[in-house]
C-alpha cells in the first residue's frame, strides 16, 4: 500500500506536469479475465488533434470509456492534466458513440444540447433561459441552429452526430473525448466535423478521436495513436503514421481498400 | 385530426365501462339509479369511497409520472418483478406484528415491509446479473416468480396461525376498494405526493440517466445512485397502490399512462404531464367504478379504464397513432399520384411539341398516350384524372382527349421543374448515374419545400425549367 501511495506522488510531481491534457499509466483493462486493453502507457501533448486508430476490437471504445472511468480498471492510473478526473470534470467532454442512445427519445435537438449545461446548473435546479441560449449558439457553431426544435429521430446521421458535438461543446471543456464522430456521416458533415476540430485546436483545445477512415488520418490529425489491444505506436502523424506501423497494428486483416487508401494519402492526393 | 378525442375520453370510457358492467353487478338496480350512485362515488359525495378514490386518483399521478421514467429507462419489467416481490414482505411484516402483540393489519408496517423485499427482490435481480452470466429477464423471471410463490406459501400459513385473523391479507393481490381510515388516507397521500414532487424536481437528472448514462457519468454525475433513487421511487408507488390495484396489476398502472402519452407528444414534459393526467383519470374513474361493484377486483377494473385510455391514444394519438399516421401517409401517395400525372401530361405536351417544331403549349393529349407513357392502367388513369379534376386540374376530358386547366398547367410546370432541378442536382452534385435519377428524384420531390427548391436553383445556377435528362417521351 506504502510504495503505490508514494508511487502515486512521485508520478504526480515529475512525470505529469499539469499542461499534459491526458496521461495514461500502466493501464489494463480485462472483459471477463480477457485483457482488452494491455499495459497501455500513453501522453497525449497539449493543441493536438489525435487520432485513435486500430482495427475493429482493438479496446479503442473501451480506452475512451476506461479514460473517463465508465468501465473499472483492471490496473493502471489515468491522469487529466496532472490530476485524477474527478478533479478535472470541467475541463473534460465527452462525445459517445451516435449508436449508444435511442434516439427515439421524447427530446429535442436543443434539449439535448441543454444536457452539456446540467453541471454548470446543478442539482434539482431547472434548465433557465440562459442555458437553452448556450446551447443554441453550440448548434449554431456545427450549423444545425434551424434544427433545435426538431425530435432527435427526425434528423439524419450526421445532424444527430453534429447534435452529440454540440452537447460536448457547451460544456467548454479544454479536453475533448469523441467516439467514432465521423462513423456513417454525410460529407457535408464530415467537412463540419473537420472545420469544428481546427477551431478546436485554434482555441488551444486538445481532441482525442476514434478514426477508423485511414485515408483521412494524415488530412485531418497531427498525432496518431495506433492501437490494438497494446499500443502499436504513438506520436506525431508525419512519423507514426508508416506503412510498416499499420501493418503492425492491423496484423493481416489490413483489408486491400484501407491499404489502397493509405497509399493515395501518402501520395498527397486526400481522396474526396 | 382537427378532432381531440381526449376531451372525449372520460365520457366514452365512463359510458362503456357502466354497459359492461351493468348486467352483472346490478341486475336488480335501475340503470338511472346506477348512473346516480356512480356519479355520487365520482364526484366524492359518498363517503364511504371518498378516501379510497380520491388516493387512487393521486396515486394515478405520481405513477404516471414515474412511469414514464421507468418506461424511457427501459425498466418496465424491472417494476413488475419489484411489485411481485413485495408478497413476502406482507406476510413477514405482519407475523412480526402479531408477534410483537398488535392484530398484524397495521397499513405502515405492512407497506414497510412490502417495500423492502420488493427491494430486496431488485437487489437480488442486481446479484445475479454481477455476479452469474445469467441475462436480465430470466433474471427477473425467477426472481419474480421465486419471490411471489414464497408470498403466497408465507400467506397460507399465516391463515392458519391460531389467534391471529390473517383475513384481508390476500387482497393485496388483485387490490380492493375497501373503506380507509383517515390514517391509512394520509400515509397513501404523502407517499404520492412525495414521490410525485421528488420525479418532478429531478426531471433534468432523470432524462440524462434515462437518455444517455455513460454521458451523465463522464460528466460526474452519480448515476449509479440517481437509479437507485428512481427504484426507490417505483417502489413507494407500488406500495401506495398495493391497496387499491393489488400488485399484480400494479405495473399496468406505471407503465401504460406513460406508454399511452408517448403517442401524442415528442417533449418529455408534455409527456410528463400527460401520463399525470392519464393516470389520474384511469385512478379516479377505475376506483369509482368498482366502488359500485366490490365483487370485481378494482385492481382488474382499474387497469382496464386504463388499457381503455391507451387504445383510443394508440389510434388517434396525433404524433404517433395509427389513424393520424395512415392518414398522412394516404395524403402523401395521393399527392404523388397527383404530380405524377401531371407530369406525365406536361411531358407528353412536351414531345408533341418537340416533333412538330412548335413552341410548348397546354395543347391536348389522347387518354391512350398517357396510359403507355407510365405503364399505367386505364383504371388507375380514371382515378387520378378523377381527381385532378376535382381539383380543377384538368378539363375537356371527353374520354379520348384532355387537356390541363390553367392552373393545372402552372402546376404542371412548376412540378416538372422541380423534379427536373433534382434530377439535375443528383447527376452533377451526388454522382448518379442518369438512367437512375428519375426513379430517385421521383421519391424525393414531393417534399422539396420552397426552401429547398430556392437552394436547388442557387447551387444549379438556373430558374428556368431544364430539359430531362433522360428521354421521356414513348417508355424509357
Known sequence: MTSLAHETIHATAHEHPADVPLAIHDLTVAYQRKPVLWDIDLNIPEGKLVALVGPNGAGKSTLLKACLGLIPLTSGKVLFYGQPLRKQRRQVAYVPQRESVDWDFPIS???????????????????????????????????????????????????????????????????YLMDEPFAAVDAATEVAIVSLLKTLQTNGKTALVVHHDLATVTQYFDWVILLNSRIVASGPTQTVFTADNLRKTYGGN?????EAGHALSQLGRPLS | MSVRPHRILPVISLSLLALVLLPVEVAAATAATWIDSLWRVLSLQDYNTRLVV???????????????????????LMGDALSHACLPGIGIAFLIMVALGGSGKALAGLLTGASISGLLGVAAILIIRRTTTIKDDAAMGIILSVFFGLGIVILGMVQELPGASAAGLESFIYGKTASMVQQDFNLLVALSVLSGIACLLLTKEFTLLCFDEAYGRSMGWPIGKLDMLMLALVAAVTVVGLQAVGLILIIAFLIIPAAAARFWTENLVRMLL???????????????????????????????????????SMLFGIRRG?????????????????????????????????????????????????????HWTPKAVHRLIRKAKKEDHIENFDGIHLQLSEAGYGEASRITRNHRLWERFLIEHADIAANHVDRDADSVEHILSPDMVRELEQQLKSSATPSSPHPTGGKH
Not at chain 2, 334 to 346: D, E, T
Open chain 1, 109 to 175: 435537438a436543443l434539449d439535448v444540447v441543454t444536457m452539456g449545461t446540467y453541471s454548470q446548473i446543478g442539482w434539482l435546479r431547472p434548465v433557465r433561459t440562459k442555458h437553452r441560449e448556450l446551447a443554441r449558439q453550440a448548434l449554431e457553431q456545427v450549423g444545425i441552429a434551424d434544427l433545435a426544435e426538431r425530435q432527435i429521430s427526425q434528423l439524419s446521421g450526421g445532424q444527430q452526430q453534429r447534435v452529440f458535438l454540440a452537447r460536448a461543446l457547451v460544456q467548454e471543456a479544454r479536453f
Open chain 1, 254 to 258: 489490413l483489408s486491400l481498400l484501407a
Open chain 2, 54 to 76: 380520491f388516493s387512487t386518483t393521486l396515486l394515478g399521478m405520481a405513477s404516471g409520472w414515474v412511469g414514464t421514467f421507468l418506461l424511457l429507462r427501459k425498466r418496465a
Open chain 2, 274 to 312: 400527460l401520463a399525470g393526467g392519464i393516470g389520474a383519470i384511469s385512478g379516479w374513474l377505475g376506483s369509482s367504478i368498482s366502488a359500485l361493484a366490490p365483487r370485481l377486483p378494482a385492481g382488474a377494473i382499474i387497469v382496464l379504464v386504463t388499457a381503455f385510455i391507451f387504445i383510443l
Open chain 2, 322 to 374: 395509427v389513424l393520424p399516421r395512415t392518414v398522412a401517409a394516404l395524403r402523401l401517395k395521393r399527392k404523388i399520384g397527383r404530380q405524377h400525372l401531371l407530369r406525365a401530361i406536361y411531358e407528353l405536351q412536351e414531345c408533341t411539341s418537340v416533333a412538330d417544331g412548335s413552341a410548348k403549349f397546354n395543347s391536348r393529349i389522347t387518354f391512350a398516350s398517357l396510359c403507355k407513357h407510365r
